[in-house]
Nanobody, 125 residues
Framework: QAQLVESGGGLVQAGDSLRLSCAAYGLYISGLSMAWFRQAAGKEREFVAAVSRSDGTDYAEFVKGRFTISRDKTKNTVSLQMDNLKSDDTAVYYC???????????????????WGQGTQVTVSS
């Protein structure tokens, strides 16, 4: 059974960095597009970043230049390096794959089949 497990969240100050990791079990990420989404309290889940099957990357405008997505095929993990964090980045961060999203370059949450449990990122100003 496919499972995604995120880690690396925490409480940091504005301007700090965090690195999130998503470990995949029961599936191999090398043949899949992988994405990160986030959901702040009271808001809808939104796209953050994705890496395609051909290792192309896409980013939401609000994280361009600050966040970097990457995958490690040997460890079957995908990471999100987050630099220069802002208070608006406070949210639960989820990794996702599978479904239509796992095959293409979708930025729609509804296109992804498998989701992790999420990891909380809190940025204090």
């Amino acid at each position: 059974q496919a499972q995604l497990v995120e880690s690396g969240g925490g409480l940091v100050q504005a301007g700090d960095s965090l690195r999130l990791s998503c470990a995949a079990y029961g599936l191999y990420i090398s043949g899949l597009s992988m994405a990160w989404f986030r959901q702040a309290a009271g808001k809808e889940r939104e796209f953050v970043a994705a890496v395609s099957r051909s290792d192309g990357t896409d980013y939401a405008e609000f994280v361009k230049g600050r966040f970097t997505i990457s995958r490690d095929k040997t460890k079957n993990t995908v990471s999100l390096q987050m630099d220069n964090l802002k208070s608006d980045d406070t949210a639960v961060y989820y990794c996702a794959t599978g479904g239509i999203g796992g095959q293409g370059r979708s930025q729609k949450a509804s296109d992804f089949l498998y989701w992790g449990q999420g990891t909380q990122v809190t940025v204090s100003s």
